[in-house]
Antibody, heavy 123, light 110 residues
Framework: EVQLVESGGGLVQPGGSLRLSCAAS????????MSWVRQAPGKGLEWVAN????????YYVDSVKGRFTISRDNAKNSLYLQMNSLRAEDTAVYYC????????????????WGQGTLVTVSS | QSALTQPASVSGSPGQSITISCTGT?????????VSWYQQHPGKAPKLMIY???NRPSGVSNRFSGSKSGNTASLTISGLQAEDEADYYC??????????FGGGTKLTVL
């Protein structure tokens, strides 16, 4: 059974940092694009970042470029999101999501999602 | 990286059909057949309902169907049921290896 379990969320002051983790199991983690998607309270989904199977390509939404870093450790079946210089507008539930296609050339659909971890940026 | 455009809300009675539109540009919806649709119930993670414009993952009811014309994709739900009441989001691959979502549509089953 495919499972994605996020952790690392919490309350942080503006300007602070957090590192989110996503533990994957039940599939060959190293064969899939992986993404972080967030959802602010009462708002819609927003794609944040994605990373290719071997970590050689990474892409970010403009609003987090230079502040967030996505990474993965295929030996540990884990995905990470290092979030620095956090702002109030980064407050959201952060989901880890797996791309649909094994060995996909490009990311395009998310077939498995974690339960999400809440990040609250407030003083 | 502009969000795709969806109607804020749609509604229908049980047994009826509804369609939700998703409008983008030639750099996303119109340029690739990589449009997806997600269903999200309150407090739950999104669920993939349609991928690659019109394909249903295993286990998704055939009451859900997708299509695309030009820069606009559509999700149709036929034979509306109470459990279909949820938020629906479209997404598309874009020319920069990004994924962009629509703003979401709240479906109310009357």
């Amino acid at each position: 059974e495919v499972q994605l379990v996020e952790s690392g969320g919490g309350l942080v002051q503006p300007g602070g940092s957090l590192r989110l983790s996503c533990a994957a199991s039940g599939f060959t983690f190293s064969s899939y694009w992986m993404s972080w998607v967030r959802q602010a309270p009462g708002k819609g989904l927003e794609w944040v970042a994605n990373i290719k199977q071997d970590g050689s390509e990474k892409y970010y939404v403009d609003s987090v470029k230079g502040r967030f870093t996505i990474s993965r450790d295929n030996a540990k079946n884990s995905l990470y999101l290092q979030m620095n210089s956090l702002r109030a507008e980064d407050t959201a539930v952060y989901y880890c999501a797996r791309d649909l296609i094994i060995f996909g050339v490009v990311p395009r659909s998310f077939d498995y999602w974690g339960q999400g971890t809440l990040v609250t940026v407030s003083s | 990286q502009s969000a795709l455009t969806q109607p804020a809300s749609v509604s229908g009675s049980p047994g009826q059909s509804i369609t939700i539109s998703c409008t983008g540009t030639s750099s996303d919806v119109g340029g690739y057949n990589y449009v997806s649709w997600y269903q999200q119930h309150p407090g739950k993670a999104p669920k993939l309902m349609i991928y690659d414009v019109s394909n249903r993952p295993s286990g998704v009811s055939n009451r859900f169907s997708g299509s695309k014309s030009g820069n606009t994709a559509s999700l149709t739900i036929s034979g509306l049921q109470a459990e279909d009441e949820a938020d629906y989001y479209c997404s598309s691959y874009t020319s920069s290896s990004f994924v962009v979502f629509g703003g979401g549509t709240k479906l109310t089953v009357l």
